[in-house]
């Protein structure tokens, strides 16, 4: 299928042309695949997030920071609207990162072997990477929705196209390598 939206684009741009390389490099099985999934797993991150903040706002959840500092200290007035949407946005990486690792490894990066060296190895770079990105990912939104007001659930989609790209750089170069980069070194 990616091959014939490739001709059909192809008909389009000349192949030589700089629009035509450019279709080349990116329209790969991997590539689109990743992009499909990739969509699949913010819908699934996003919708978490949705629920949970919803969850905490009808419970008069403030979030978990709001509950650790105390009262009279002035970080608590730097957290003062509630932090009730980072602690949601936890919820909604777990949920990501399970459903993101699994359809990696099996569907964009062929990845099948469930023997516990390789599967073991492939989710520990995979969770250090995710957790790199989720920390990017929490500081960004604690700037933007804490410090400079952006609506909550717009800051998550901005921040969530820059995690994407992190999280694929990570996975192609370093926790899903083909067995043959990885014979060669």
Request: glycine content about 6%.
């Amino acid at each position: 299928m990616i091959d014939k939206i490739k001709e059909l684009l192809f008909k389009i741009f000349k192949k030589e042309s700089f629009l035509g390389r450019i279709i080349d490099k990116l329209f790969t099985k991997e590539i689109v695949t990743y992009i499909l999934f990739g969509v699949m797993t913010t819908v699934v991150n996003l919708v978490t997030f949705y629920i949970f903040k919803r969850i905490f706002i009808s419970i008069g959840w403030e979030g978990i920071f709001n509950t650790v500092i105390p009262e009279d200290s002035s970080l608590h007035k730097l957290f003062i609207g509630g932090t009730d949407y980072l602690d949601a946005n936890f919820i909604a990486w777990i949920v990501g990162v399970i459903f993101a690792f699994v359809t990696n490894k099996l569907w964009v990066f062929d990845s099948k072997s469930w023997a516990p060296s390789v599967a073991g190895k492939e989710f520990t770079g995979f969770m250090g990477a995710r957790i790199f990105s989720f920390v990017i990912e929490t500081i960004s939104l604690f700037v933007l929705v804490t410090l400079l007001s952006v609506n909550d659930f717009i800051a998550k989609i901005i921040v969530g196209i820059v995690v994407i790209i992190i999280n694929y750089v990570f996975s192609k170069l370093i926790i899903f390598k083909k067995k043959a980069e990885t014979e060669e070194k």
